[in-house]
């Protein structure tokens, strides 16, 4: 089967190979999935389960991606709840080959069913983002009806989504991103945009929750914003300032099929809309995602395979 590997950890995405490699094994409670449509972060060539397994051995060449959206083809000894046929979506394990190929091995438990009216393309962009935002307003930062909410990032995969959801529990909402995002972040529901090149991000004000994917000066900079009681809430990298009246958290977005069906459903409401940017086929994988790639809001998704199964 064709599938993305990487070997070179500084090589980056510039490291991208296509090529034959072997069909997954669909271990106990696992399922194979038949992928369609599939996600990247560029972050995760930094991490560690990319490199080796979980007991610290090199596992290259590796296969990235964790997020997916397809058809289950195969089940695994002991698996159930989803059927051979089935459509889903939702994450891949980190410490395992992932969703840039034709086929990949998933633990069922991190899947949700995914409708037949949603295409494979929003299937693969909910699962990080959706899970990371949803999880960091609401698990992490506390954010409920009433709060303002500073969202870095917000024409992002994820601060799009963050965006939505905090609006639809009635918070006021800052995005912040380049100049050229503040059409579509208001357009989302924020209140106010702030250039984060060319405006005062102190000027905002106070506000009780920052979701923060930028990391560095502007994750320092935002623990000045808060109210007394308010939260930082950070997936770039642990914080080195601590707020003197709150507090600020790093965490890594984790599996939860239940959330994923609900997000699912939100999107079939039309209460959330993932922006999917471009779309690609395995082959530009590494074009997608390159240092010349378009600046495009919302997620990258590389398309895998068509409805019917043939190879994108």
Known sequence: MQAITVRDREAG??????????YPHAA?????VRVHAAGFTPGELA?????????????????????????????????????VGQRVFGLCDWARDGSLAEYTAVE?????????????????????SGLTAWQGLFD??????????????????????????????????????????????LGLGAEVFVDLAAESLEGVGEVDVVLDVIGGEVLARSTALLRAGGTVVTVAMPP???P???????????????RLAELARWVREGRLKPIVGEVRPLAEAAAAFGPDRRRIPGKTIIRVADEGGQRS
């Open 13 to 22: 995405v510039g490291g991208f190979v296509v090529g034959e490699v072997p």
């Open 28 to 32: 106990e409670n696992d399922v194979v």
């Open 47 to 83: 991490w560690p389960a990319t490199w080796t397994d979980r007991a610290g051995r090199d596992r290259t060449p590796s296969v990235p991606g964790h997020e997916l959206s397809g058809v289950v083809v195969e089940l695994g000894f002991g698996t159930t709840g989803l059927t």
């Open 108 to 128: 069922a438990r991190n899947l949700a069913p995914l409708a037949a009216d949603l295409d494979h393309s929003v299937g693969a962009a909910l699962p990080i």
């Open 140 to 185: 992490h930062g506390g954010l409920r009806a009433g709060q303002s909410v500073l969202i870095h990032g917000a024409a992002g995969g994820v601060g799009s989504i963050a965006v939505q959801l905090a609006r639809e529990v009635g918070a006021r909402v800052i995005g912040t991103g380049r100049a050229a995002d503040r059409e579509v972040v």
């Open 240 to 242: 080195v300032v601590q």
């Open 244 to 258: 003197e009246n709150g507090r600020a958290v790093f965490f890594v977005v984790e599996p939860d099929r239940v």
